[in-house]
């Protein structure tokens, strides 16, 4: 007698992502070097720790619903106001709003097919059709073949991300200027910005304020607290409200509030782990060299190995989980050849570097 | 150029909370005795501060996005299947699933006329129609009219919360069996029972897994993790799959599963907070008692006093807060003329009795 809603009794039953924690439970592995979330392994900063530790006790306390001290902080930073800021649980979260405020059922959305599938999720969950650009054959996003079907299909909605994942490619700050006026004006441009720490400042694109442009940021990344659930918006006040009216008022977890403040206050943690990531990512380049598995040039936190087929990329990551190392690979052409690994500490890449050898040594790539 | 779809753009703006950190940037003052949230300030279990402080450098880990273990524990507690367990950022996030879920744009929802707001919100928000049973006179909840107006009316969701806020009334098992059966069996009824681990198990309704049933719990109440934002609901196999295709799966904080697992695993404390809870409302039934404002029975962590008129319930609220103690009011006839003090420690009681004496003093009542 009771059923859901036809639109949503219509939507696939998906799982955006197999955690690692269900591979542990599936494997009966006890321990996994975690390199398949792009997950930060430099961790958060220790005085962003320090704070979270003491607010432990205030717990009890809901978290500031306006996330007010945060955004005032993160208006600075990025020298905007204060309204054209939102705070969410995640890129995710702010995310599901875009989609659910600008794609109305039988709506449109676009994006590049095997980029980031939590904006699928969101635009079939809503009752919205999507529309994909393939990567370039380099493994870059094609920002012309995005701009061509945004042209032709008037999308409420062009998501990108950038610097990009799975691929880790980047358009510098001329090129996504050209991009951005080469949208149509009625499409908001969803900007993930969720890689945006690993690359400078000046080269990504200065503060954008129109309707049509809603950037994100988030604490998972450079800031090492994927688990704490918070990132923001920006975007214009006028978007700003209209996020508003339908968020979750009291969504954000307390301490994440606390973390995300001190580690804002921490520019020389995160200078570090940006320092950390580029070091990572040139030993990774390095191993691929050395193996035979020609390796993306990356502006993120993880490195892309080409195992020359798909079937072999999925090998490799299957023959890696056996050894406990944890790695994802993408699964959409001309990506699909290729497995991910994220940046990790110098004993994790050991380890990698270990059971990658061990992995081509039975199974040649 | 940009506009939100026209269903978001008829969405009225509404905060559904004011919370206490924009009070003290208003009213300038640097603390507040909080009595406003019905938070708990036995504060979570020490077990669970532990255990989360030694989780937070392990916050760079995203989650899991099953909450597999929490998930174990809670279907043990409740003597249910793991998968009729489904955990969110708080009752809040569940709310608005089941909102989105089962009531489609255009379709209805009844709840009693100034209970918790947040299930409004969600209903506006998804496009759906209220309806509103009033409050007894008596100021408990009228589930007869919820039945009468169900039957009339057909929603696709009644929203209870019981024990019930901001009431704080309460229908034990048998009343509470016979408002099910009554309920027309199209009707889903979205049982919120955030307030039911201050009554004793043997009173709140037996497992019931039928999709016409959703009930919830959250650490946030007794278990004293408000910030946290974790709850989770307990339903049917199927209603479970239908949120599972529309819920954030990584929305909930790591640290959060950490310490409600824990949390879990410390029954002694749970039942401290239980019995002070109680201590504290019969705390605040004398108070009332000795200073001529009647107060109701509760089964909840909050207490409503009886202040005469809506004017001097305002006033006294008003005033409490120039004086540091922060609490709330409902808004709502027949309740508005009452003001609502929540559950707490033997200090902050003497401190909202001691201001609360004060005001009187200047302001009779």
């Known amino acids: 007698m009771i059923r859901p809603a036809p639109a949503i009794e219509a939507i696939p039953a998906t799982t955006p992502f197999i955690g690692p924690e269900q591979l542990m439970r599936d494997s009966g592995l006890s321990e996994l070097v975690r390199l398949g979330a792009n997950e930060s392994a430099f961790g958060p900063s220790p005085k962003a720790v320090e704070a979270m530790a003491a607010a432990l006790p205030h717990l009890w306390w809901y978290g500031d ?5 945060l955004r005032e902080a993160l208006a600075a930073k990025h020298d905007c106001a204060i ?31 095997g980029s980031y599938p939590t904006f699928n999720y969101h635009v079939t969950g809503y009752g919205g059709a999507l529309s994909f650009a393939p990567y370039r054959e380099d493994g870059t ?38 991009f951005y006026e080469a949208l149509p004006h009625d499409t908001l441009l969803f900007l993930d910005e969720a890689y945006g720490d690993f690359v400078d400042a000046g080269d990504v694109l200065p503060p954008h304020l129109e309707d049509r442009l809603v950037r994100t940021r988030t604490f998972s990344k450079a800031y090492g607290m ?3 659930r918070i990132g923001y918006a920006i975007a214009s006040e006028r978007n700003v409200r209209t996020f508003q009216k339908i968020r979750l008022h009291y969504g954000v977890n307390r301490n994440a509030q606390v973390g995300a403040l001190a580690s ?25 060299a050395e193996l035979g598995l020609p390796t993306l040039p990356s502006l993120t936190n993880f490195v892309l190995f080409d195992c020359g087929s798909v079937a072999r990329a999925n090998l490799v990551m299957a023959e890696l989980l056996k050894r406990g190392v944890w790695i994802r690979k993408p699964a959409v052409a001309p990506l699909d050849r290729y497995v991910r690994v994220s940046a990790g500490t110098a004993p994790m890449r050991a380890a990698f570097s270990q059971a990658l050898r061990d992995v081509l040594a039975q199974v040649p790539v």
């Open 226 to 228: 994927a688990g704490a």
């Open 83 to 113: 309204e054209q800021i939102v705070v969410g649980s995640g890129i995710d979260d702010l995310m599901g709003l875009a989609v659910r405020a600008f794609v109305p059922p039988g709506g449109r959305a676009v994006t590049t097919a």
């Open 141 to 178: 996003v094609d920002l012309d073949a995005l701009v061509e079907i945004a042209r032709r299909e008037r999308p409420q909605v062009l998501y990108l991300a950038n610097p990009d994942n799975p691929s880790g490619s980047f358009a510098a700050r001329a090129r996504m200027q050209a």
């Open 264 to 288: 804002l206050a921490d520019p020389a943690f995160h200078a570090s782990v940006v320092r950390e990531t580029a070091a990572a990512r040139e030993a990774y380049y390095a191993l691929g």
């Open 65 to 69: 619903p306006e996330s007010y001290e």
